[in-house]
């Protein structure tokens, strides 16, 4: 089998999610699992959320109702974001919720590092859009505390103490390639996720994406390289699929926008898109009626199940009449553009009264 290398800033797909368990420090996130875990979100109940990194840590604090931390960051590169990001808010919700002590960092310097973002650029676009849109989303500004990576130099000064403890053969095992940028963006990523227990020790759970794995990993091996420096916890990790484009490919991206939906989006673009969209019907209506659909292989239903239902009983019925041939292609798509429109409406009412609450939000440094 040929390895997997997963590249964080590039495109990375992937086939089948099974094939990513055992690699990159990536468990099964397990019915075991899921049965330990308080209130599970429809994320995880539905098991987009497909691996985990030592979450038993994490569920193990909420039980116990011990100090733990959730973090995520911004990459301030467009006045966009994806609904994939939406996801991870989600999870970062559900353990707020929880009582996570929250973290958002802006990755300033790794924009500028990777993406040719100047800082003052990223900055003003983070402050204009994107931390809004996380608030708007569902985050919790007070129970969140915000950093720009430019300005937090304990985070800084951590990326330099890891330098030290990694070599570049290990460097290149993890991310495939050793490019100076890449390096010390990387390092930085282990200062951003290791940050909140610089001063209090606490397990801590990233929710990402499969594609961000080997960040966590990293961290989780400069843990066990600087135990006789600091009293760092392993770093948990906690992984969702990716939403899938609308003609079927793997994930949505933004240089396909003919087949991806943004945040924010024009609700009539959005849902002509979803007309559009790959579908579970048979090829003539008396097929369907006769075999019923696949809901499986349906990107409306798959919006839904991801982004816009939040009811089980409520998706497993649309999934029973739609498999059954009860219910058309068209009627899937008509209920997601209803459920689409009513989000984007309320994410827009959000936003508008969350950029009225920036500037008076707390930032370190």
Not at 17 to 25: A, C, F, R
Not at 65 to 89: C, N, Q, R, S, W
């Amino acid at each position: 089998m040929a390895k997997i290398t997963i590249d964080p800033w590039g495109s990375f797909l992937v086939k089948d999610y099974e094939e990513l368990i055992g690699k990159y420090g990536l468990e099964p996130f397990t019915d075991e699992l899921l049965s330990k875990i308080p209130q599970p979100n429809k994320l995880m109940r539905r098991k987009i959320v497909f691996a985990h990194t030592d979450l038993g840590r994490v569920v193990d604090a909420i039980n116990r109702k011990k100090d733990f931390y959730a973090l995520t960051g911004i990459m301030p590169t467009l006045e966009k974001i994806h609904l994939g990001t939406k996801l991870v808010i989600e999870n970062i919700k559900y353990f707020q919720d929880h009582g996570a002590k929250s973290f958002v960092l802006v990755a300033d310097l790794e924009a500028a590092a990777t993406r040719e973002v100047s800082l003052e650029e990223g900055r003003q676009r983070a402050l204009d859009f994107h931390i809004p849109a996380y608030i708007a989303l569902g985050l919790d500004p007070k129970k969140t505390v915000f950093y720009f990576q430019s300005t937090n130099e304990k985070v800084k000064n951590l990326g330099y103490i890891f330098s030290k403890k990694i070599t570049l053969n290990e460097f290149r095992a993890i991310y495939g390639s050793a490019e100076p940028s890449r390096i010390m963006s990387s390092l930085l990523q282990a200062g951003d996720i290791l940050f909140p227990q610089i001063e209090h020790s606490m397990p801590g759970v990233i929710p990402v994406g499969p594609d961000q794995s080997p960040h966590v990993l990293l961290s989780r091996d400069i843990v066990n390289r600087t135990k006789n420096i600091f009293n760092f916890v392993p770093p948990s990790g906690i992984y969702h699929k990716f939403t899938p484009s609308l003609d079927g490919d793997l994930k949505m991206s933004k240089s396909k926008p003919e087949s991806c939906i943004t945040i924010p989006d024009d609700i009539d673009v959005a849902c002509k898109k979803i007309r559009r969209a790959l579908s579970g019907a048979r090829k003539t209506l008396a097929d369907h009626r006769k075999y019923g659909a696949i809901p499986e292989k349906d990107m409306s239903f798959e919006l839904l199940k991801q982004h816009f239902i939040e009811n089980d009983k409520e998706l497993k019925k649309i999934y029973d009449e739609y498999k059954a041939g009860r219910m058309t292609t068209g009627e899937i798509k008509d209920i997601t553009c209803e459920k689409l429109t009513k989000f984007m409406k309320e994410f827009e009412k959000n936003f508008e009264k969350a950029r009225k609450i920036v500037s008076s939000l707390k930032f370190i440094g």
